[in-house]
């Protein structure tokens, strides 16, 4: 039986861009399969759509292929997260291509440090990220982020309540 010939590379050209309202449906369509595989936490429509200034999608040929979030933390650190990726895309660099979007992002925000807690330590150390255990905010910092309602900044504080959303996932950092 012969190989079969290996699949054409991919020349479409990918854009990262701001995600728009009108991209939110897509985004929570590239997210569900992450979260039926318990690799990313499900979002409602509405907290999408409220986040959505925070998105950036990958675009090829008009098809939203993927997306991710920058979500500032404090005066120096934010968080990467919800990256999702098509399942036809994985691959292909738009998970890098992304990354590096939010990464930039971040920089003329004002960020030095990135936060991301990830099933995918091999993708997150190529690109710099580092497995932290300490807490990586001062005291007086940990006080002010815990008067925090978001889920996430929970899960970077290492909160019991969480614990069962974080289970197997790693803790990394990356300064910029």
Request: aromatic share 6%; net charge negative; with cysteine.
């Amino acid at each position: 039986m012969a190989d079969a010939p290996a699949p054409a590379p991919d020349r479409s050209e990918l854009t990262v861009r701001a995600a728009r309202t009108s991209d939110v449906r897509a985004m929570r369509d590239l997210i569900e399969p992450y979260v039926r595989r318990r690799i990313l936490l499900g979002k409602e429509l509405v907290t999408l759509f409220e986040a959505v200034q925070e998105f950036v999608v990958a675009e090829r040929d008009g098809e939203v292929v993927g997306c991710g979030a920058l979500h500032v933390m404090w005066e120096d650190l934010g968080e990467v997260r919800t990256i999702a990726v098509a399942e036809g895309a994985l691959g292909k660099g738009v998970g890098h291509a992304m990354l590096v979007d939010l990464e930039e992002r971040a920089r003329r925000l004002g960020l030095t440090r990135l936060f991301c807690l990830t099933f995918e330590t091999d993708f997150f150390s190529r690109h710099g990220y580092e497995e932290v255990a300490e807490q990586v905010v001062e005291p007086e910092v940990f006080v002010e982020l815990l008067r925090s309602a978001d889920g996430g900044v929970a899960e970077f504080l290492d909160l019991a309540h969480v614990k069962p959303n974080t289970l197997g996932n790693t803790r990394m950092l990356k300064r910029l």
